[in-house]
């Protein structure tokens, strides 16, 4: 699956014209479906994305499905999900999100941004 996203991203970032910060790509708001990551001012959730891709939907029928989500927000995505997941550190990425003393230290190190491990979140 990781190919599948790793070949959408690599043929459409050639089109995608600024980079974006994360904060124009993702966001995570507790009065936006109680909290639930969507792409920045959509309710469209980010999962949504990867559901799609993942039952063999491209990346233009997504995009038709959901019009208020732009075609830089979907491949920035892709390419942060491809940057995190390449990452030489992706076990404490891991860590970081299943709830572990490291996900402690990322959320001290980022005290004005709300950081909540898969754990907390429910």
């Given amino acids: 699956m990781l190919i599948c996203y790793y070949n959408v991203v690599t043929f459409f970032k050639m089109e995608r014209k600024k980079n974006m910060g994360i904060n124009e790509i ?7 479906l109680s909290g639930q990551p969507v792409f920045s001012g959509t309710r469209v959730p980010i999962d949504s994305l990867f559901d799609h891709l993942e039952a063999g939907v491209s990346l233009d029928d997504f995009l038709d499905d959901f ?27 891991y860590e970081a999100v299943t709830g572990s003393k490291f996900a402690q230290k990322i959320k001290a190190g980022f005290p004005e941004h709300k950081v909540r491990t898969v754990r907390e979140m429910g």
């Fill in 26 to 32: 993702v966001t995570i708001d507790p009065e936006i």
């Fill in 67 to 93: 019009p208020s989500v732009t075609r830089d927000q979907a491949v920035a995505l892709l390419e942060a999900a491809n940057k995190l997941l390449s990452s030489k550190h992706i076990e404490q990425l």
